[in-house]
Structure formats: C-alpha cells, structure tokens
C-alpha cells in the first residue's frame, strides 16, 4: 500500500523549557503566566509550537532566546556570558494533555548562572523566577502564596521535576555545576550551586579538597576575589573535564 498522509491525524510539536538558575542560594525555574487560553492565567514552563521550518535544537534555542535573550552555549566556541547549557530532556505525548489537539512537547533542559528579571514573550502575559519547590508544591507554598495557587499547566509540574531530577543527579558524575556559575567562581560559590540544586548542606573544606583533587574540573585562573566578603578568595574557571572521576556523590537525605 503507497503511503497515505491523509490517513493518519494531525498533530502539533511543541518544545517547553526547564530553565534552571541559582537566585538567593535557592536553585530557581522560569515561569510564565499564561495569557490566553487553555489555562489562562495559569503559571506554565515556557515553550512554544515548532515552526515547519526549523528542527528541534533551532525551536528550542529560539524559544530560549525569547523569554530570557539568552544564547545557546556552543562548545567549540569561546566561553560567553549571554550563553546557557542546553540540552533535550524527554518528550511527552500523552494524547490528552493539551485539551486543543494532539500535541507532541519535546521539553529541554536549559541551566544559566544567576538570571535578571524575565521578560515575557509570546502568548504569556508575565514571568518570573520561583524556587522550584514553590511551583512544584513540595515547600507548602501552594497554601501560603496565592500567586502559585494552582498547579503549572498542562503536565508541566511532571516536565519540571523530570529536568530538576535530571540537573541533581548529573552535577554528580559530569562538570555541568559549572554551568550555573559565571566565567570566573569560587570554590564557595560552585558549593552553593550544589548546595542549591541537592537541597543539602555540605562541609566547606571537604568540598575544596573534592573538587580541586578530582582532574579536569576546575582550573585556577590566578586571580583572586572579595566579593564574597573576607579574605581574598582563589578564582577559578570550568576546566576540560566533562565527567568526573570519582564522582560527587550526592548525600543521602
């Protein structure tokens, strides 16, 4: 039988970012309020359709670029600050999770240092950052502040604890803390990031002799910094290594 495209339904594709930074020593996601229907008014991940001339990688680049004007970070080139990691997450299809057709989201995985205010764009009509606890529930906020009352739209809530789990347990084996921090860090401040995203207090000095003991993970830049207050702190960059070995194991809770 020759194929037949009128045989099979329509669908739509859709990609919705996770877009994690670290604001307050809290790790943080960007929402946005929803300006038109369905669920309007609602907060949701942002995201958007996939145009029919673009491929996965471009729509969620161009999405990334839209809500935060950040640019995708590319490997090969030299570092930038406008830059944040990207990477795809997972793809969700149940057939009734967008009440206006069938709608394929394939959602990716944005990490940045800290972010300024969001700007909204497309059909959302405000952003925000909010700890993730607070969107997903886990804090008890959702009794406390009316502003997250109700749920994130769509299956986004299930989305954002994918790419939250998804960030906890990669900064165990891989480099990818790093992305949450500027060009240049302290030890201090790439412990925070862990702190942040783990949710755990970890031990000043053993972390310094982890991460400067384990090859390829971080490289001295021969400066030096106060702004954390106190004695001047060593600085550092992101080095080559983009898996650990050994690991930081995450603590168990």
């Known amino acids: 039988m ?41 907060w949701a991940l942002p995201g958007g359709f996939v145009r029919a001339d673009e491929d996965l990688t471009a729509a969620a680049a161009r999405e ?13 080139a030299p570092a930038s600050p406008n830059a944040a990691h990207l990477e795809q997450l997972a793809t969700y299809g149940d057939p009734k999770r967008d009440p206006r057709m069938r709608v394929v989201s394939v959602a990716h995985l944005a990490l940045a240092p ?13 952003a925000r950052w909010a700890p993730v606890e607070s969107l997903l529930g886990q804090d008890g906020s959702f009794g406390r502040d009316a502003d997250l009352a109700a749920p994130l739209a ?31 860090f302290t030890v201090g401040e790439l412990r925070r990031v862990y702190e942040a995203v783990w949710g755990v207090a970890l031990d000043p000095r053993n ?47």
Not at 159 to 184: H, M, N, W
């Open 2 to 42: 020759p194929y037949d495209p009128a045989a099979f339904p329509p669908f739509a594709v859709t990609v919705d970012l996770v877009v994690l930074t670290v604001r307050r020593h809290a790790l943080c996601a960007l929402a946005v309020r929803r300006g038109e229907p369905p669920f309007q008014g609602r």
């Open 64 to 76: 990334l670029a839209e809500e935060t004007g950040l640019l995708v970070h590319n490997p090969e």
């Open 114 to 126: 800290d972010l300024p205010a969001p700007r909204p764009g497309g059909d959302a009509h405000s």
């Open 154 to 184: 769509f299956d986004h809530a299930r989305i954002l604890a994918d790419g939250v789990e998804r960030a906890r347990s990669k900064i165990e084996y891989s480099s990818l803390a790093t992305a949450f921090c500027p060009q240049e």
């Open 207 to 253: 972390f310094h002799r982890k991460v400067t003991g384990t090859p390829g993970f971080l490289v001295p830049t021969g400066g030096t910094t106060t702004r954390q207050g106190g004695r001047p702190a060593q600085l550092f960059r992101a080095g080559g290594a983009t898996l650990l070995n050994p690991p930081m194991l995450r603590p168990e809770v």
